[in-house]
């Protein structure tokens, strides 16, 4: 019987080793506050499995801030994003909870810090709708320097930038945007170091009723938004060929589902873009060159399909691409071999395995 009882433990010790499953996150070591925080990670958990990533507040305790569940995709691949909208400046932690073994990475730091109070607004942010907002203040160590300003219009579009305005000798900005309708605009600030912070600026008319929506402008010229919708997965992913204009270039997804964008710019390098979760649109910005960009959309999850419509300011055309582009073609990764099974679908069989020779042990007696 001690014979028996010494292959039990060992095997029962091999089940809980073979069990035992890997986590590896990734989060910034920094963000601005009110900035999406992006957590990503992989695991060898069972894909499908629904596991959580929660948010902390690092001080002489540690709080929950909030706990997300996320699913693992079939590529072993997980991701949440958290709104850091109100939270106070300091030390967070990023965490799934149930930690893997070995080399797992199962939590982060991140230090979230604000800025904000760096800008002083002299002008009224509630204003009489004239067709521009007005904007104008100082901000902290910024003399005879510039600051890039960036304004996005109720329903998501930017409307200007981004783009620098200079500062004078006491670190003060002004500038008027012409907008096409009332309403709240999100004007965001950022400087050498990175993002300052952001105010809003609400205009309405006399009776407070919104005209019927145009294309805002970006100069006394209407700013025409081009645009092509297909049909994408992540097994059929949507392509697109953009002909660019000069100077700033806005490209932006519907809000039908979590997209993803990549493109090649007009170097031939491959940028990847995916920020910004299921309810706001994913947005890239570039300086055009006049040259031809492309763009390849699909969606983050698996197993789902949907129309994505790309929207262009400041190009020339968007179209549909009816194959491959030949620079994706170019950028396929290498055929990756198929992934194990999760270690934990080794223990049923490890069960069986050990109930059978503690059988036989047991007829030898």
């Not at 396929?332 to 069986?352: C, F, Q, Y």
């Amino acid at each position: 019987m001690k014979k028996i009882v010494l292959l039990m433990i060992g095997l029962l010790f091999l089940s809980g080793t073979v069990s035992a499953y890997k986590v590896y996150i990734n989060a910034p070591d920094s963000l601005a506050v009110g900035k999406p925080l992006v957590v990503t990670g992989t695991t060898t958990i069972g894909v499908g499995t629904t596991i959580d990533v929660v948010l902390y507040h690092q001080m002489t305790t540690t709080s929950q801030v909030k706990r997300l569940p996320v699913t693992v995709q079939s590529d072993t691949t997980f991701k949440a994003i958290f709104d850091t909208t109100g939270l106070k400046p300091g030390v967070y932690k990023v965490e799934v909870p149930s930690p893997g073994s070995g080399d797992s990475i199962s939590m982060r730091l991140v230090t979230l810090y604000d800025r904000s109070d760096e800008i002083s607004m002299t002008y009224p942010l509630n204003q009489s709708f004239t067709g521009k907002i007005y904007i104008a203040g100082e901000i902290r160590g910024l003399e005879d320097s510039g600051v890039q300003i960036e304004v996005i219009d109720p329903y998501g579009l930017v409307v200007f930038g981004p783009q620098y305005i200079n500062t004078d000798n006491n670190a003060h900005f002004a500038a008027e945007i012409p907008i096409a309708l009332p309403g709240t605009y999100e004007v965001s600030f950022i400087d050498s170091k990175g993002y300052i912070g952001s105010r809003t600026v609400t205009t309405l008319t006399e009776g407070g009723a919104a005209p019927a929506y145009t294309p805002a402008t970006t100069s006394s010229a209407v700013l025409v938004v081009r645009s092509a919708q297909s049909r994408s997965s992540r097994d059929s992913p949507a392509y697109f060929i953009v002909s660019t204009g000069t100077g700033p270039v806005t490209l932006y997804t519907s809000e039908s589902l979590d997209w993803v964008i990549e493109y090649i710019d007009d170097r031939g390098v491959l940028h990847m873009v995916n920020d910004r979760g299921n309810r706001t649109a994913e947005k890239v910005l570039f300086q055009g060159n006049g040259k031809t960009i492309y763009v390849k959309i699909y969606p983050y999850m698996y197993a789902v399909a949907d129309n994505v419509i790309l929207y262009g300011e400041n190009v020339n055309s968007v179209a549909i691409s009816p194959t491959v582009p030949a620079p994706f073609e170019a950028a396929k990764p290498e055929a990756t071999t198929a992934r194990a099974a999760p270690l934990t679908s080794a223990i049923p069989v490890l069960s069986a395995a050990l109930a059978a020779v503690v059988l036989s042990l047991k007829k030898a007696d």
